[in-house]
């Protein structure tokens, strides 16, 4: 009977996943084999632009529409998308599951239409930029109709509400006269609005499509070719052989396989469902109560999407709003994601502590808790200095490879060859029942083995990301996931056959069975992309609203006269509305309104008030908060996934999964306020030591919010747990209260305080002067490298000139181009009757280091261990 109700919850589950990620309709006869074909068209068409075939085709043939397509690729891409979404997604719920209809035929045609439109009439188009015909109007706005609709149905209400709130506001913003007076917005006729949505590349077309077409799309079929080869199951017969039989093993091997398949999944929901299936049943055999069950599978899944190499979709979209490099984003995101799990992983085991429970059983021998706590870390570390690692690689093959490709591939290509050989000594990794009688963790040696040749599209995937030599530079995103998905489409091809080959087995037998998992990986690539593509072109329908209209200033006046420019306020006003939401709206179209909206506020507010936030770390937090959107009840999706396979609460899963999230919640407000968490201008022994220092923090964080360290705490001691946590991740708050972090100067006396400096030193200029705007008189503060001896030259190189007045230093508005225009020269009126100035100049001053505070925060701890220790009835382990 349990195992009924258990075969029942993940039928559910996996229907909701099908609702809310690929499409819940699946009719059969020739509309289906429709569907899948189509699916199997969309991601091969994904392959061939990303490929060099269409220039190759365009110069055999002289058939320059072979190279030209890939320019009109984001036309092509959003009719995929559209396509799939009104054939797979019923429009109501009392719509027919098991056919199309004759009104979603009509539907797709002129969803379709709308978009070839772009590409068979691309000439003409081009030649009356802005002038658009009676035919450019109507086929617009039947494109954004259709395109709300299949929101509607692959994502639900909630965006379409919110990208029809924009719209409504370009086409009528301009008879209200606050706004006007914000954003001097005049408004806009129906025809330019129409066409700025739809006819060029500022409204659905823009950068959120472009990034769905070049890059998302790959990284999602390259984890769906990943997971239906099985790679995702060796993922999690390898977290449950390691972690298996320690203290609550399922629950830390839930944690683990987690982390491992959100690398290669765009999906909480779908993440919670392929983990979930065999580790929530496994936790409630030993012990865990339903509720926490999913909550552990939830945490774990939300958090699969932070990281690194791959993360979410909205990471992808970072690159080009930030304009940094991917493996930057990579860099910045290391440290928290590591921190994040880890402290996941100690929650778990205090729970585990607090119910006495015990793990799987395991034949052979045990690993001991310091060696998995060894493994785990390396492999972490591992990615950390796996640039180092590759480039040494790539040096010494180096006489070998020259710039040729050739031999790379016949290393690699051994290498696989060698791998599934050895794989093939052993059984293949098959899906236990979790409902088994006597459950075991498998041997982590055989298992480990038995699938190693799943890591090599990884590692090429990270090579090609982060390697980088005098004759070989990084490939991008897009080409480093083509490269990785078309070695692991030769891996779902040949990895069946191969060990039948060394077996002696049915060689033809396995082909076809790989041949199958390639078909049903390119199905399943596709499917999954469907909400993620229509969601980045109604994003653009909001980003294109922003740079129409100003929009942003609306909202951000809005929200700094409720934050009355307390920056503290203000996060906690953005962490509310990223997870109200989220609670609609995917990750990454969460991530695109939320960004768009506020990250311009919250750098502006963090300048007013004396804090210079890097721009990534805004879009950080943002993307942080999104993400813990998933789980947030009382609409956390990924929360009623879970509920659906332990037949717990989902609002109670939810609400106990964010309990557990509330560390990954703190660290977007850490590392606002404390770069360091983000690796910015840190050397690689620091690195180390903030890994060190903060995870401490994290873990005694993650301690108070358990209620338990050693033994069960007293409310005292969490709070004392909270003050440590909080004096190490912040030691310079401290350090502030005892000394001026800078000195300070004003008038002419300032550009001597600039000429002292050492070159590359930061120097700090507060800048007051009217707001272009509302002619206020307002604050901001910008940073500028030093020039050694020279004051001029440092601030002529930003662009900026001053003019000695008295005791006053004028500041002159900067050319367009130059660094810091954007700051000052749209934000402050230089032409109006109160001038622009400097007001201070600030440098550091030379004072003790703040991690001396690490000290008494460390006593504090060592003493509360002598406290608690008394008090442990169990050991630790």
Not at 353 to 379: H, P
Request: aromatic share 10%; with cysteine; charged share 15%.
């Amino acid at each position: 009977m349990a195992q009924d109700h258990q075969t029942d919850g993940t039928a559910t589950a996996d229907a909701m996943v099908a609702e809310a990620d690929t499409g819940a309709r699946n009719p059969s006869g020739i509309q289906g084999r429709a569907i899948i074909a189509i699916c199997i068209l969309w991601s091969l068409f994904q392959l061939y632009i990303a490929s060099k075939l269409p220039g190759v085709l365009a110069l055999a043939t002289g058939f320059s529409d072979f190279a030209n397509i890939v320019a009109q690729a984001r036309f092509v891409h959003l009719a995929f998308a559209i396509t799939l979404a009104t054939m797979a997604f019923p429009l109501f719920k009392n719509s027919p599951k098991d056919r199309i209809p004759l009104y979603d035929w009509a539907l797709l045609i002129l969803g379709v239409s709308a978009c070839l439109y772009l590409i068979f009439f691309r000439y003409q188009i081009a030649d009356r930029p802005g002038l658009w015909s009676t035919s450019d109007v109507v086929m617009s706005a039947i494109g954004l109709i259709v395109l709300l609709i299949c929101v509607y149905r692959s994502l639900g209400l909630p965006l379409v509400c919110i990208a029809s709130a924009f719209l409504l506001l370009a086409f009528f913003g301009g008879e209200s006269e606050w706004i006007r007076n914000i954003t001097n917005y005049g408004g806009s006729s129906l025809t330019k609005a129409l066409g700025h949505y739809w006819m060029q590349t500022e409204g659905v077309f823009g950068v959120a499509l472009g990034v769905s077409t070049t890059m998302i799309f790959l990284f999602v079929l390259f984890g769906a070719l990943l997971d239906r080869a099985g790679g995702g199951n060796w993922f999690i017969k390898v977290a449950i052989a390691l972690l298996g039989a320690l203290r609550g093993g399922p629950a830390k091997a839930s944690v683990l396989s987690s982390m491992m398949t959100g690398m290669i999944s765009g999906s909480s929901i779908a993440n919670t469902v392929t983990t979930g299936t065999f580790t929530i049943p496994l936790m409630k055999r030993i012990g865990f109560p339903a509720e926490k069950a999913g909550a552990v599978e939830v945490a774990s899944s939300t958090n699969g999407q932070l990281t690194p190499p791959v993360m979410g979709a909205a990471a992808f979209l970072m690159v080009e709003y930030v304009n940094i490099p991917y493996i930057d984003v990579v860099k910045h995101a290391f440290l928290p994601a590591v921190i994040s799990y880890i402290a996941l992983l100690y929650i778990v085991h205090l729970e585990s502590l607090k119910m006495g429970l015990e793990g799987l059983k395991k034949d052979g021998r045990k690993i001991g808790v310091l060696m998995i706590l060894i493994l785990f870390l390396s492999g972490f570390i591992f990615l950390g200095v796996a640039t180092f690692l590759m480039v040494g690689v790539r040096m010494l093959l180096e006489p070998m490879m020259g710039e040729t490709v050739y031999a790379a591939v016949a290393i690699v290509a051994v290498l696989y060859v060698f791998l599934v050989a050895v794989a093939a000594r052993y059984p293949d990794i098959a899906v236990d029942d979790p409902n088994a009688p006597v459950p075991h963790a498998p041997r982590l040696t055989p298992t480990l083995i038995g699938g190693a040749y799943y890591a090599l599209p990884i590692f090429i995937l990270v090579w090609n990301l982060m390697v980088r030599t005098e004759s070989l530079d990084r490939l991008s995103p897009a080409l480093s996931a083509f490269w990785a998905t078309i070695f692991m489409i030769i891996i779902a091809l040949t990895h069946r056959p191969l060990k039948a080959f060394f077996r002696g087995g049915d060689i033809g037998g396995e082909g076809r069975a790989g041949w199958g998992d390639f078909v049903q990986g390119l199905i399943m690539g596709a499917r999954n992309m469907i909400g993620i593509g229509v969601a980045t072109g109604a994003a653009g329908i909001i980003v294109g609203t922003i740079s129409l209209t100003g929009a942003h200033q609306v909202i951000g006046q809005v929200i700094e006269v409720i934050s009355g420019g307390n920056l503290m306020i203000l996060l906690f006003l953005v962490a509310v509305l990223s997870l109200v939401l989220g609670m609609g709206l995917p990750t990454t179209a969460n991530y695109i309104v939320v960004s768009s909206l506020m990250a311009p506020v919250i750098v502006t507010v963090g300048a007013q008030s004396g804090l210079v936030v890097p721009l990534i770390a805004v879009h950080m937090f943002v993307f942080y908060f999104g993400i813990l959107a998933d789980d947030t009840p009382p609409v956390g999706l990924a929360a009623y996934a879970a509920a659906a396979i332990s037949r717990g609460d989902p609002i109670k899963t939810g609400i106990q999964g964010f309990g557990y999230d509330i560390r990954t919640a703190l660290l977007p407000f850490l590392f606002i306020f404390n770069t360091d968490l983000l690796l910015i201008d840190v050397g690689p022994l620091k690195a180390v030591l903030v890994f060190v220092i903060a995870l401490i923090a994290m873990l005694l964080f993650a301690a108070a919010t358990q209620g338990y360290f050693i033994a069960k705490s007293r409310k005292w001691e969490s709070a004392l747990l909270l003050v440590i946590a909080f004096m190490l991740f912040r030691p310079d708050f401290f350090l502030d209260q005892v000394s001026d972090k800078y000195a300070s100067s004003s008038g002419p006396a300032a550009l001597s305080l600039m000429t002292d400096q050492a070159s590359g030193n930061n120097i700090r200029l507060l800048i007051e002067g009217p707001d272009f705007d509302t002619g206020k008189i307002r604050p901001t503060t910008v940073v500028i490298p030093a020039v050694a001896g020279d004051a001029v030259t440092a601030l002529s190189d930003q662009g900026l000139s001053v003019i000695e007045e008295g005791d006053t230093l004028l500041l002159d508005e900067p050319f367009p181009g130059t660094p810091h225009f954007e700051a000052l020269g749209n934000e402050y009126d230089f032409y109006g009757d109160s001038p622009v100035v400097i007001a201070q100049v600030q440098v550091e001053n030379d004072r003790l280091p703040k991690e001396l505070f690490f000290i008494p925060a460390l006593l504090l701890l060592a003493g509360l261990v002598l406290i608690q220790r008394p008090r442990a009835t169990q050991p630790a382990f």
